[in-house]
Nanobody, 118 residues
Framework: QVQLVESGGGLVQSGGSLRLSCAAS????????MNWYRQALGKQRELVAG???????TYADSVKGRFTISRDSAKNTIYLQMNSLKSEDTAVYYC????????????WGQGTQVTVSS
């Protein structure tokens, strides 16, 4: 059974930092691309950060220079370090796992709430 479990969300003041974690089980970490998405209230889910097929990190323009994605393959875990948080970063953050073959199912975690107070 595949599980993606996010943690680390919470309430933080503007300018503060949070570190999100996503622990994956039931999948071969090396065959999936792991990403972070977020969905703010009333808005569509958007890609925040992820890894390209060659393993390079990629970021949405809105978080470049503030967020850093990383992974620990030994722990099947990815992280999202979020610095200089802004109120517009408030959202539910989800990690997902996308297989290299698009015919394979994409998996999602349950999400973790990040609230940035101004």
């Amino acid at each position: 059974q595949v599980q993606l479990v996010e943690s680390g969300g919470g309430l933080v003041q503007s300018g503060g930092s949070l570190r999100l974690s996503c622990a994956a089980s039931g999948i071969h970490f090396s065959t999936y691309t792991m990403n972070w998405y977020r969905q703010a209230l009333g808005k569509q889910r958007e890609l925040v950060a992820g890894f390209t097929r060659d393993g390079s990190p990629t970021y949405a323009d809105s978080v470049k220079g503030r967020f850093t994605i990383s992974r620990d393959s030994a722990k099947n875990t990815i992280y999202l370090q979020m610095n200089s948080l802004k109120s517009e970063d408030t959202a539910v953050y989800y990690c997902n796992a996308e297989h290299a073959n698009p015919l394979y199912r994409t998996f999602w975690g349950q999400g973790t709430q990040v609230t940035v107070s101004s």
